[in-house]
């Protein structure tokens, strides 16, 4: 076997209690694919407002229970989508099913998700160094998919000044943390234009474009 092949899924703990499953996505592609597209049809893509004004620069939506969302009142969970005023939709099963196992396969057994935040970024879009930490269980841990193009993920410390590890993510990474990183600083360099390496044709150009990450927690 060619352990370094693109297609083979690895399983590291890439800093204490933060475990980085590579590709590990690719078993379900098609059904995640489908279930994402399904998501962003019936709660469409927007760009949320922080609490001092400005348009965040990753487009972003929800499934499941919760959602999180910004405005000019602060961050938080709603069961509502404040664009359609309906509940988010349904978690798909498959994102369910890639959630859990992933959290199983990092140690941590029975999570079980309320809440997927869906980020969308354009080449040029970033996130700031931020903590997660609108849920109300910190023991839980956080689930995060990548899809599409590669991102350098900044892995910092519980203090903003912590200088953050860079950790590159590509199409179908998983990374899991909690446990004493659960409120660890974290955020997204800036995309660069690149090529994911593989993907059903449909949606192909669109994730020659796009980084897409899920991000699953049990945030209620
Ligand atoms: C992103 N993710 O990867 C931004 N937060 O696009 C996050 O802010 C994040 O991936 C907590 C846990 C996992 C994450
Ligand atoms: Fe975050």
Redesign the pocket.
């Known amino acids: 076997m060619d352990l370094f092949e693109k297609n083979t899924t690895a399983i590291q703990e890439i800093l204490p209690e933060v475990w980085l499953l590579t590709n590990y996505a690719a078993q379900n592609e098609p059904a995640i694919l489908q279930g994402l597209a399904s998501v962003m049809t019936q709660a469409p893509l927007r760009h949320m407002m922080t609490p001092m004004g400005f348009a965040m620069s990753?487009a972003m939506t929800n499934c499941g229970d919760l959602g999180w969302v910004s405005d000019r009142k602060g961050y938080r969970y709603n069961a509502i989508d404040p664009n359609t005023n309906q509940p988010w939709p349904l978690m798909p099963e498959s994102f369910m099913a890639l959630a859990k196992q992933a959290a199983s396969a990092a140690g941590f057994n029975g999570f079980l998700p309320d809440a997927c935040l869906v980020?969308q970024?354009k080449v040029g879009a970033s996130?700031g160094l931020?903590q997660?930490k609108n849920e109300v269980d910190f023991n839980q841990p956080?689930?995060?998919v990548?899809l599409g193009l590669s991102?350098v993920?900044l892995f910092g410390g519980l203090l903003r000044s912590d200088k953050p590890l860079k950790v590159p993510?590509a199409h179908g990474d998983v990374?899991v943390?909690g446990g004493k990183t659960r409120l660890n600083f974290?955020?997204?360099l800036p995309i660069k234009a690149n090529q994911h390496s593989k993907l059903n044709a449909k949606l192909e150009d669109y994730f020659n474009e796009h980084?897409v990450?899920l991000?699953f927690?049990k945030a209620g």
Request: net charge positive; no cysteine; charged share 15%.
């Open positions: 990753a980020n970024y996130m931020h997660d956080i689930v995060s990548s991102a993920f993510l990374l943390w974290h955020g997204i980084r990450n991000t927690r």
